[in-house]
């Protein structure tokens, strides 16, 4: 559960006042435990009328600390359940009215967000770990024509039948992402190579283990791979914010 601020001496106007947040105090709270929310993503979901902060006489928003209880609920419900944004607003408009909400149980961790997100055992993965084109158009809130545009641009690789691996949900949420600040598919494609030729290079590593006999050394293999990705994203990362940090000072 979130913090939120306790309420000092006096009450009234005043002590309403104290309580609200900026949206840069807001994101703050949230990336406690949604280390890759935005501040752009906020703003979509009021835009989305998931929240509805105040505005000052000035239009800044400030954010009651129920604001941001609710906006974790909704994140909640994207990350644990893939809920599309019109199923999480009926069930929260349902939560308001006092009814049960039934939630469908958890999905199992799928997004490589760092590199300790990204620890499931392949063995271990059930065989829902693949999406259907409607699943992933759902979670992913984008349109047939989107999804064709980045299967076109090799951003997406359906199989025969249009389903996708379950990651390619975290994929699609990303593009999309990018795609509210301007980045088109176009502008992805070196993303999209870059990391293609960085498994390329895991694969290279782990390829002779994965041939071995001995069935231990075969499992190393993929406990190597999944190490080895994960230092991959954290220095992918760590290389763009450098490049970042001289650049923009």
């Known amino acids: 559960m979130l913090r939120t601020p306790t309420g000092g001496a006096g009450n009234g106007a005043a002590a309403g006042s104290d309580r609200l947040m900026s949206i840069g105090t807001v994101l703050g709270r949230l990336r406690e435990e949604f280390p890759e929310v935005t ?3 906020i703003r979509f979901l009021e835009a989305e009328g998931l929240v509805e902060p105040q505005r000052t006489p000035s239009g800044y928003r400030k ?22 944004l019109k199923v999480i ?11 049960e909400v039934r939630l469908p149980a958890p999905a199992a961790p799928r997004e490589l967000l760092d590199g300790e997100a990204w620890r499931a ?8 770990a693949r999406v259907g084109r409607a699943e992933l158009l759902a979670a992913a809130e ?6 064709d545009e980045w299967v076109s641009y090799g951003l997406i690789t359906p199989d025969e039948d249009g389903g996708c691996d379950a990651g390619s949900v975290t994929v699609a949420r990303l593009i999309a992402d990018l795609g509210r600040f301007g980045l088109e598919p176009r502008h992805l494609r070196a993303m999209k190579a870059a ?19 001995n069935p231990q050394t075969r499992a190393h293999a993929e406990a190597t791979a ?10 992918h ?3 763009v914010q450098s490049a970042l940090g001289v650049r923009l000072h």
């Open 195 to 213: 990391a293609d030729r960085e498994a390329g290079l895991v694969e290279q590593v782990v390829a002779p283990l994965r041939r071995h006999r």
């Open 121 to 128: 055992d392949e063995a271990a993965r059930p065989t829902a």
């Open 63 to 84: 954010f009651t600390p129920e604001d941001v209880e609710r906006l974790a609920q909704v994140l909640r419900m994207q990350r644990d359940h893939y809920l599309p």
């Open 39 to 41: 501040i752009s993503k």
């Open 142 to 147: 984008v349109s047939d024509e989107e999804l």
């Open 237 to 239: 990362a760590a290389l």
């Open 89 to 99: 607003r009926e069930h929260l408009e349902a939560q308001s009215r006092g009814e």
């Open 226 to 235: 999944r190490e080895l990705a994960a230092l991959s994203v954290r220095l």
